[in-house]
T-cell receptor, first 111, second 117 residues
Framework: KQEVTQIPAALSVPEGENLVLNCSFT??????LQWFRQDPGKGLTSLLL?????REQTSGRLNASLDKSSGRSTLYIAASQPGDSATYLC??????????FGKGTKLSVKP | GAGVSQSPSNKVTEKGKDVELRCDPI?????LYWYRQSLGQGLEFLIY????????KSGLPSDRFSAERTGGSVSTLTIQRTQQEDSAVYLC???????????????FGPGTRLTVT
């Protein structure tokens, strides 16, 4: 059974700092991995999607890496801003189609 | 273009009543998914539809939960005889499809917050 774990559960950093969020999964047979952010009381916003054949994806200040063989992904946020404060969710896509989510990392960026 | 929409945004119901939650996927998306996010819990998969294929109901927690997708577009999630443990945010997502190895990104709606009193 696929399990997705995110560490740390919560993180507080000062503005401007670079940071790394971690995601691990137990079954390497995934189709893709998706990083989302969720703001309080809101739905999910997709940030980056990495196909199983890819090693990383970049969008602006965000960089996500994928090491399928070791069951790990990282989300790197450069020059963090208070607007980055949110919960970040990692999800892997099963062959059957649905996503399996971690419980998220709650990020707080202090001005 | 328009994203995934869900209605109502909030629903308060009494224990034992039935509720219906609606999802309008992105136009042209053939795959539709329902997930649930309970307080303090992660997001859990409930059910998904792909085109005219039989839906994958493997995530439904009990037979009180059912879903339909009419005309390959709008979907309704029905919860019968609601219980307090059904209180959660119900999220709908859609994507272009899934029966290939291509990466089909899932786009989520804002969710329906269900409170069972």
């Amino acid at each position: 059974k696929q399990e997705v774990t995110q560490i740390p559960a919560a993180l507080s950093v000062p503005e401007g700092e670079n940071l790394v969020l971690n995601c691990s999964f137990t079954d390497s047979a995934i189709y893709n991995l998706q990083w989302f952010r969720q703001d309080p009381g809101k739905g999910l916003t997709s940030l980056l999607l990495i196909q199983s054949s890819q090693r990383e994806q970049t969008s602006g200040r965000l960089n996500a890496s994928l090491d399928k063989s070791s069951g790990r992904s990282t989300l790197y946020i450069a020059a963090s801003q208070p607007g980055d404060s949110a919960t970040y969710l990692c999800a892997v896509r099963r062959s059957q189609g649905n996503l399996i989510f971690g419980k998220g990392t709650k990020l707080s960026v202090k001005p | 273009g328009a994203g995934v929409s869900q209605s109502p945004s909030n629903k308060v119901t009494e224990k034992g009543k039935d509720v219906e939650l609606r999802c309008d996927p992105i136009s042209g998306h053939t795959a539709l998914y329902w997930y649930r996010q309970s307080l303090g819990q992660g997001l859990e998969f409930l059910i998904y539809f792909q085109g005219n294929s039989a839906p994958d109901k493997s995530g439904l927690p009990s037979d009180r939960f059912s879903a339909e997708r009419t005309g390959g577009s709008v979907s309704t999630l029905t919860i019968q005889r609601t219980q307090q443990e059904d209180s959660a945010v119900y999220l709908c997502a859609s994507s272009l499809g899934f029966r290939t190895r291509a990466a089909y990104e899932q786009y989520f709606g804002p969710g329906t917050r269900l409170t069972v009193t």
